[in-house]
C-alpha cells in the first residue's frame, strides 16, 4: 500500500492532494550540490500536507540506504492509527539532475508507482530536510510537502532551520504534524 511521502506524485491525479492551488507549479529553490552519500539513512516524519496515502499514519519514518547500482533504497514505515498495524513499503530513487539539484524520483514497483518526484528544498543532512513535490492537472497545481527529521522529537532550533526553508520558498502552512508518540521500535 502507498502511504508514505516519497509516494506522493502516485496522486497526483488530484483527489488525494491537499494543497490544490490555480496555475502552474510554482517556482522553488532546490537544495545545491546535493550530497547524497550524506543524506543516507533513517528520517522521521515530522510534519506533511495531507495526503490520503498515509491515512493519518503515526510513527512516520523513511530509510534510505545505497544499492550500489546507481540508486537508493528507500524503505517507508508507518503504524496505522485505528489498528495499531505497521506498514512498510520499499522502493528505490534515482537523481534526477545533472547539475547537481537535490532532485530525486522516486519508484514503487510493487505498487506500479515509477518515476515519482522527491525534491530537496533544503537539508543540513544532520538535522532536518524539506522535501516538496508539485504536479500540474488541467489548470491547477497539486502539492505535497513535508518535513523530515533526524530525530523522532526534534529541537526548537531545528525546527526554525526548517522553517526558514518552508518560508522562504513560500510553502503553504497548512501542515500536520505527525504523531511520533509511543512507537514500536522501527525494524
Known amino acids: 500500500m502507498i502511504f508514505l511521502f516519497v509516494a506522493a506524485a502516485v496522486c497526483l491525479a488530484g483527489v488525494n492532494a491537499q494543497i490544490v492551488n490555480p496555475g502552474p507549479c510554482p517556482n522553488v529553490t532546490l537544495e545545491q550540490q546535493f550530497d547524497l552519500p550524506a543524506y543516507l ?20 519514518s523513511a530509510t534510505y540506504t545505497d544499492n550500489q547500482n546507481g540508486t537508493v533504497g528507500v524503505r517507508n514505515y508507518l503504524v496505522k492509527p485505528d489498528t495499531g498495524e505497521v506498514e512498510t513499503i520499499i522502493g528505490y530513487a534515482e537523481v534526477d539532475s545533472d547539475s547537481g539539484e537535490g532532485k530525486l524520483l522516486v519508484s514503487f514497483p510493487s505498487v506500479g508507482q515509477y518515476g515519482s518526484p522527491y525534491w530537496i528544498l533544503g537539508t543540513d543532512y544532520t538535522s532536518y530536510t524539506v522535501v516538496w513535490a508539485c504536479g500540474e492537472v488541467g489548470n491547477d497545481n497539486l502539492q505535497y510537502g513535508w518535513l523530515l527529521t533526524r530525530e523522532r522529537f526534534p529541537s526548537n532550533e531545528t525546527l526554525d532551520l526548517a522553517q526558514q526553508v518552508i518560508t522562504a520558498n513560500q510553502l503553504d502552512e497548512k501542515f500536520i504534524i505527525t504523531p511520533q508518540e509511543n512507537c514500536p521500535l522501527d525494524p
Open 41 to 60: 539513512g533513517r528520517w522521521y516524519e515530522y510534519k506533511k500536507y495531507f495526503a490520503l496515502f498515509q491515512r493519518d499514519g503515526s510513527c512516520v
